[in-house]
């Protein structure tokens, strides 16, 4: 299998999170790549020419005491709900 490294950032990152895993490159011609199940933000395009990108609001660290989805205390403090990637064809 050959290995794609990303940003030293993010694989140190994964590698603490997920020890053992491969980190795999995105699809041949893929120009974005959205991932998950991380809890911290990523946007970087230093794989080839794909732009990676994930964008997690991570737990919501008051659940039990919030009255509604306004008062969440998330804990991705970069996670932004306002983010729009667009798309060209």
Known sequence: MKIQLASDLHLEFLERRF????????????DLWLHGHVHDS???????????????????KNLGLARNPCEFEL???QFNKSLVLELTV
Request: charged share 20%; proline share 12%; glycine share 12%.
């Open 42 to 60: 990523f946007d970087y395009s230093d794989v080839g020419r794909c732009r990676v990108v994930a964008n997690p609001a991570g737990y919501v």
């Open 75 to 77: 804990e991705n403090a």
């Open 19 to 30: 020890p053992g895993e491969p980190i795999i490159e995105p699809a041949t011609g893929a």
